[in-house]
């Protein structure tokens, strides 16, 4: 499936393969900089804050919502938006994004869920493991396809396929504003530590891991999932905008929840 993604001008496992070095490597310079240089605890929370928002924003409503699930067409305005938020916060282009989360859907807790810990462990935490899945061939080529054909119209779009190819410079770009606007106080190092450390942090090293945790709940195998069924146990919800919802929207990922309704009704 990799092969055939010519317009993402970074191959699919490489991209999942970035992530993981820097789901190790953010977190411990982060660290080392609150230890040896600074730690300032309002300046923390309000970067809490913004990886949230960067999450809820680029991530939940527009890579899982309306880009992989299509809830809802929406302009290039807001296309754009949210291919910008869902590469600072994702670190993913929106199609590979896509591909990995349909195959989350067609295959959940079986040994062809991208990251199901039912199967994979912790290491399902670790995008290492998604690259993993998805490169062995574990799909047969009529899966395969069809994780593609599910995301023909993003590959074909103009503007994903921009984002595609230099996502990465979106990113270094986000950097070097949080770094300018660093060292309009003086300190560059802190503007990329709170700034964007931390917005990564939130999301590969807190949120991600523990809505993946989260499947744990479902290693005992209920089918069809209930509503509500994991809404009371993943203790981590908060974290991640409207994620109380997961069990729900496994059951209904075409938006039929009230989410759904909500996210179509603004973006409509
Ligand atoms: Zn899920
Ligand atoms: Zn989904």
């Given at each position: 499936?990799?092969?055939?993604?010519?317009?993402?001008?970074?191959?699919?496992?490489?991209?999942l393969?970035?992530?993981?070095?820097?789901?190790?490597?953010?977190?411990?310079?982060?660290?080392?900089y609150?230890?040896?240089?600074?730690?300032?605890?309002?300046?923390?929370?309000?970067?809490?804050?913004?990886?949230?928002?960067?999450?809820?924003?680029?991530?939940?409503?527009?890579?899982?919502?309306?880009?992989?699930?299509?809830l809802?067409?929406?302009?290039?305005?807001?296309?754009?938006?949210?291919?910008?938020?869902?590469?600072?916060?994702?670190?993913?282009?929106?199609?590979?994004?896509?591909?990995?989360?349909?195959?989350?859907?067609?295959?959940?807790?079986?040994?062809?869920?991208?990251?199901?810990?039912?199967?994979?462990?912790?290491?399902?935490?670790?995008?290492?493991?998604?690259?993993?899945?998805?490169?062995k061939?574990?799909?047969?080529?009529?899966?395969?396809?069809?994780?593609?054909?599910?995301?023909?119209?993003?590959?074909?779009?103009?503007?994903?396929?921009?984002?595609?190819?230099?996502?990465l410079?979106?990113?270094?770009?986000?950097?070097?504003?949080?770094?300018?606007?660093?060292?309009?106080?003086?300190?560059?190092?802190?503007?990329?530590?709170?700034?964007?450390?931390?917005?990564?942090?939130?999301?590969?090293?807190?949120?991600?891991?523990?809505?993946?945790?989260?499947?744990?709940?479902?290693?005992?195998?209920?089918?069809?999932?209930?509503?509500?069924?994991?809404?009371?146990?993943?203790?981590?919800?908060?974290?991640?905008f409207?994620?109380?919802?997961?069990?729900?929207?496994?059951?209904?990922?075409?938006?039929?929840?009230?989410?759904?309704?909500?996210?179509?009704?603004?973006?409509?």
């Amino acid at each position: 499936m990799a092969d055939k993604l010519k317009n993402d001008g970074v191959h699919p496992m490489t991209q999942l393969r970035i992530l993981a070095p820097m789901q190790i490597a953010v977190p411990i310079l982060t660290l080392a900089y609150f230890i040896f240089v600074d730690f300032n605890l309002a300046l923390f929370l309000g970067a809490m804050l913004l990886g949230y928002l960067w999450a809820a924003f680029g991530t939940v409503v527009g890579y899982h919502r309306i880009f992989c699930h299509k809830l809802v067409k929406v302009n290039n305005f807001w296309k754009i938006l949210f291919n910008i938020g869902g590469s600072i916060s994702q670190h993913l282009s929106s199609t590979v994004y896509s591909m990995s989360h349909t195959q989350h859907h067609m295959f959940t807790d079986t040994p062809k869920d991208p990251h199901s810990p039912r199967y994979r462990g912790l290491k399902a935490v670790l995008y290492y493991d998604h690259a993993h899945v998805m490169d062995k061939h574990t799909l047969t080529p009529r899966e395969k396809l069809k994780t593609m054909v599910a995301h023909k119209d993003l590959m074909k779009d103009p503007i994903h396929q921009w984002f595609g190819k230099y996502y990465l410079y979106v990113i270094a770009t986000y950097v070097a504003i949080c770094a300018g606007i660093g060292a309009m106080f003086g300190h560059p190092m802190c503007g990329i530590v709170y700034g964007y450390f931390i917005t990564f942090c939130y999301t590969h090293v807190l949120a991600q891991p523990l809505i993946i945790l989260n499947h744990l709940d479902w290693m005992k195998g209920v089918r069809p999932y209930k509503n509500n069924f994991a809404s009371n146990k993943y203790l981590g919800w908060p974290l991640i905008f409207l994620e109380h919802n997961h069990a729900d929207h496994h059951q209904y990922p075409d938006g039929r929840d009230w989410t759904g309704r909500m996210i179509k009704r603004i973006f409509a």
